[in-house]
């Protein structure tokens, strides 16, 4: 199986910093798209930011100038770089990755999901 783990959630105050990470694992050839999504509390999980394996970024309105995606494609890492945090962008953070595991498989899977909280 594939497992998605990320790390660098958490607390910070508004107008901070922080970055995540995201380390695939497991038995995958390849990666395509790789990046990140969101959910606050009572609203549906939105896009954040997406990277393809040759580096081709998008982001949400939301973020732009703000958050900056990258990947390290030797260690099947995807990373985001989140600078002048706002209260808004509290939410569970999930990386999503879509993985070559058979010569015929492509999959999506998604990491369990990291909490970070910006306060006011």
């Known amino acids: 199986q594939v497992q998605l783990v990320e790390s660098g959630g958490g607390l910070v105050q508004a107008g901070g910093s922080l970055r995540l990470s995201c380390a695939a694992s497991g038995t995958i050839f390849s990666l395509n798209s790789m990046g990140w999504y969101r959910q606050a509390p009572g609203k549906q999980r939105e896009l954040v930011a997406t990277?393809?394996?040759?580096?081709?970024?998008n982001s949400a309105d939301s973020v732009k100038g703000r958050f900056t995606i990258s990947r390290d494609n030797a260690e099947n890492t995807v990373y985001l770089q989140m600078n002048s945090l706002k209260p808004e962008d509290t939410g569970v953070y999930y990386c999503?990755?879509?993985?070559?595991?058979?010569?015929?498989?492509?999959?999506?899977?998604w990491g369990q999901g990291t909490q970070v909280t910006v306060s006011s």
């Open positions: 999503n990755a879509q993985a070559v595991i058979d010569i015929i498989a492509v999959r999506v899977y």
């Open positions: 990277i393809t394996r040759d580096g081709t970024r």
